[in-house]
């Protein structure tokens, strides 16, 4: 019954969204009030009836019901409840349910958080977003419904992917999702801009926060995922280039870029056409990346089996949505036209070629993702482009966008003196030369790659708090509390992500640089000795788990003879599957992390008393790589927090479409 | 300055940049590609001589053997045509199974042995590397790749 109730609501949905997608768009094309009005009501009948279908599949993986297809081949009784949650987003069904749940609720956000929008700008931002609703309802309902029964019920389930049993499950899903989809409202406002063919600061202003959260939610999904990728799949690495890992960070890329662009739009009134190109392009790379990880082109554990139909019908919902947006944008860009003009060196200047740096990177990363494809459909041969291709594009490109963003800020609108710049930022260019020449011999050994790395961070750190120091230096307001009091919650948000980029990339560079990894074939008894530290393998024992069989080993760190930490990883034999799964066991510490994790027992008839292959990393700074994600998303949180955004709207509704604002003050 | 030169100076500026970014990715291209052949190309000596590339097939049922003493380990993959032997030394993947789909990254020795810098894993039980299971549906055409996978499944 649960199920059936779920698919009703479900189909219910579908015609709910077509009203949402196609009636407001004509209410606003004929002027019809009341078509206009049907956006909110529609829109928030069909987040209520998404939820309703989302909460009956969860409702029978928690209750196991081994009726429904979905929940068979993805959960089992033993499971622990968390997982069956989890379990919920855990198959490629449960998974687009999950991307249309989050679709809704951003249209259901949209239509709350917007009661001073004016009318025909909500109705055809709340359209839009019904249409990209109606494509992803019916790809649930044609192609992958997650109630299928499953006739006769099977007595027990076949498990969730063990790799899926982890408490990364439960979140990096959730937040990833939030941010792909999240792009779809700044689309949304594009595309609506585009239909009433008015784009003016008023227009960006009203989409920037809700870049900013889902950009905010996508850097955090993606942080998750690779922080999961690191201790759990025993290989100690943060990042692999894999072409899954790629349809998340193009439009990070594109988001990032987009924000910026956006700052621009609203502040100065330039850019508007990049920025509406960038709006589509965003979400078209959401689109793409569904599209990579869940019609089956990709081999990775985000793929699950494939099914020809989905990837012909995302594909071509793919081409129907980027190829009819860029056609609108194509017919009406020339009546946005490019906006005020500024100078060769400018914060408007070095914030353009920060977006066409990030964009070069961006079609760089889709470039090495996407030629491998091309060359087997076509069958052209098998190819596969592997980290070194994307570390030798990449860091040169970044590198110099990450200068910039010492400069930007710091430069004025319109026209930034270079000799002002040079006063303002010399010290901080000689704090980050001396820091590139020092702290690399501190660490132990100097390398000019390493060298090059925290002269960046150095530079971002030094040349920000310079950004600050003058803002607080030029201020009117007496007193340290009432200066800092003066900025805008977004300043400090955009500091504060600044900072987060630099202790990035101070995590980024030091474990590159020092990282240390041995894999070793320890007997019981044994120790090792790894860039100082003793390893102790005392032995390995086999315990019970919940639902899986383990084996657990206990490795004593000493340094210099002081036991430090005991470490415990593990081997886990699932009981549904059988498949087996690496538990690393890690010491985490501000200054970088140990890490042990057990390989297969290497003594004749695999005797785990035996001696063990052994993998024993160093990882110098490597929670810094997380840790400063955090902080950049905690910066856009920030930024989107700050009054102007709920003040401006008031203010606004009445002049709305006056044109731009100029001369707006920096920040 | 006239609006006129800004412009050029832009496009000047974006077409350096484009131009240092694609010298970058063919650079970057031509010495990162990784090709991938099937045990029978390697036998067929379609295969380069000291430049990396790929393998894939199953691992030969009762051919894995570990050296005393150290992390190196020998195993033959196979397409079901042609058999390949392959040495690695560091841990094999969770997943790694006689009898199992595998994909390897290394070069090819002198002695036509494959030494694997890098043995991928999989990541479900079911599933079989796609670059794997064409090796073996090339090298087999009248036995669908799903059949074998069933049967190496069974087989286990």
Redesign the interface.
């Known amino acids: 019954m649960i199920p059936e109730l779920g698919h009703f609501a479900l189909i219910l949905a579908l015609l709910v969204a077509i009203a949402q997608g196609t009636l407001p768009l004509i209410g606003a094309a004929t002027d019809e009030p009341r078509l206009l009005a049907l956006a909110r009501p529609t829109a928030r009948a069909q987040f209520a009836l998404v939820v309703i279908a989302w909460v009956c599949l969860a409702a029978s993986f928690m209750g196991n019901d081994f009726s429904v297809l979905n929940v068979a081949t993805n959960s089992n009784s033993e499971l622990p409840l968390r997982y069956r949650f989890a379990a919920t987003w855990g198959s490629h069904e449960g998974s687009m349910l999950l991307w249309t749940l989050m679709l809704a609720g951003w249209t259901f956000a949209v239509s709350v958080f917007s009661r001073h929008l004016p009318p025909v700008l909500l109705a055809r931002v709340i359209s839009v977003m019904g249409l990209v609703s109606v494509g992803f309802l019916a790809f649930v309902l044609f192609t992958s419904n997650p109630f299928e029964r499953l006739v006769p019920a099977a007595a027990e389930g076949r498990d969730l992917n063990p790799l899926l049993q982890d408490p990364g499950m439960v979140i990096h899903p959730p937040m990833l999702y939030m941010g792909y989809v999240g792009f779809s409202v700044a689309f949304a406002f594009a595309l609506a801009a585009l239909l009433g063919g008015r784009l003016d600061a008023t227009w960006a202003r009203w989409s920037r926060p809700w870049t900013t959260v889902a950009w905010a939610f996508l850097t955090i999904g993606i942080a998750l995922g690779s922080g999961w990728a690191y201790y759990t799949l025993g290989w100690g690495g943060w990042w692999f280039w894999d072409p899954v890992e790629n349809a998340s960070f193009m439009p990070w890329l594109t988001g990032t870029a987009l924000i910026h662009s956006l700052a621009v739009t609203e502040k100065r009134g330039a850019f508007k056409s990049w920025t509406v190109l960038l709006a589509i392009l965003a979400f078209s790379l959401s689109l793409l990346g569904t599209f990579l990880v869940r019609s089956g082109v990709l081999t990775s554990v985000h793929a699950f089996a494939s099914d020809p139909t989905r990837g012909v019908f995302i594909l071509s919902f793919l081409a129907v949505v980027i190829g009819g947006s860029l056609a609108l944008f194509a017919s009406r860009a020339a009546k946005v036209g490019l906006g005020a003009a500024f100078s060769m060196i400018s914060r408007e200047s070095m914030l353009l070629a920060n977006n066409v740096l990030l964009i070069v990177a961006m079609g760089s990363v889709l470039l090495g993702t996407l030629y491998p494809l091309f060359l087997d459909a076509l069958n052209l041969g098998k190819i596969s482009v592997g980290p070194p291709y994307f570390d030798s594009v990449f860091f040169p490109l970044m590198a110099p966008a990450l200068f910039l963003m010492g400069v930007g800020p710091i430069a004025r609108w319109s026209r930034a003196p270079v000799p002002e710049l040079w006063t303002r930022l010399r010290w901080a260019l000689g704090v980050a030369v001396v820091a590139a020449l020092i702290v690399p011999a501190l660490l132990g050994r100097w390398s000019p790659l390493v060298a090059f790395g925290l002269f960046l961070a150095f530079w971002i750190f030094a040349s920000t708090f310079e950004t600050l120091r003058g803002r607080l230096a030029s201020s009117a307001q007496r007193g340290l509390a009432a200066k800092l009091r003066a900025n805008s919650a977004s300043y400090y948000g955009m500091l504060l992500a600044h900072l987060g980029v630099g202790v990035f990339v101070v995590g980024v560079t030091l474990v590159k640089g020092y990282e240390v990894e041995r894999d070793v074939k320890l007997d019981p008894g044994e120790t090792v000795t790894v860039g100082g530290y003793d390893f102790r393998f005392v032995g390995a024992v086999p315990g019970p788990g919940p639902n899986y069989r383990a084996v657990t080993g206990t490795f004593e760190v000493r340094k210099d003879g002081e036991l430090l930490q005991t470490l415990a990883p593990e081997k886990r034999i699932y009981n549904a599957s059988g498949q087996p799964m690496t538990i690393a066991a890690i010491d985490v510490g501000i200054f970088g992390d140990r890490y042990v994790s057990l390989g297969e027992p290497v003594a004749k008839n695999q005797d785990i008393a035996g001696a063990w292959a052994i993998r024993i990393y160093l990882k110098p700074f490597i929670d810094w790589i997380w840790g400063g994600a955090f902080l950049m998303a905690l910066g856009g949180f920030m930024a989107v927090s700050d009054r102007r955004y709920r003040l401006a709207i008031r203010r606004r509704t009445a002049a709305v479409w006056t044109g731009v604002r100029g001369g707006a003050p920096a920040d | ?1 006239k ?1 006129r030169t ?1 412009r050029l ?2 496009i000047v ?2 077409l350096a ?2 131009g ?2 694609s010298a ?2 063919l ?3 031509q ?6 052949f099937s045990p029978s190309q390697v036998a067929a000596h379609e295969a380069p001589q000291g430049r990396a590339f ?1 393998i894939g097939g199953l691992v030969e049922a009762g051919s894995l053997t ?1 050296e005393p ?3 190196t380990v020998h195993f033959r993959v196979t397409d079901t045509a042609q058999t390949i032997p392959v040495s690695y ?4 993947p ?2 790694f199974k006689e009898g199992k789909g595998v994909v390897a ?1 290394g070069t090819l020795g002198p002695d036509g042995t494959f030494h694997a810098s890098e043995v991928l ?1 999989k ?3 079911n ?1 079989m ?3 794997a299971a ?1 090796a073996v549906k090339k090298a087999h055409e009248q036995m669908s790749t799903k059949t074998l996978v069933t049967t190496s499944t069974a087989s286990k």
Do not use: C, I
Not at chain 2, 31 to 36: D, Q, R, Y
């Open positions: 300055m609006p800004r100076g832009w500026a974006g940049v484009l240092v970014a970058l990715v650079n970057a291209f010495s990162n590609l990784v090709f991938f790929r570990r003493n150290s992390l030394t560091g841990m094999l969770d997943l990254q894993a990541h479900d039980e599933y590397p796609p670059a064409d």
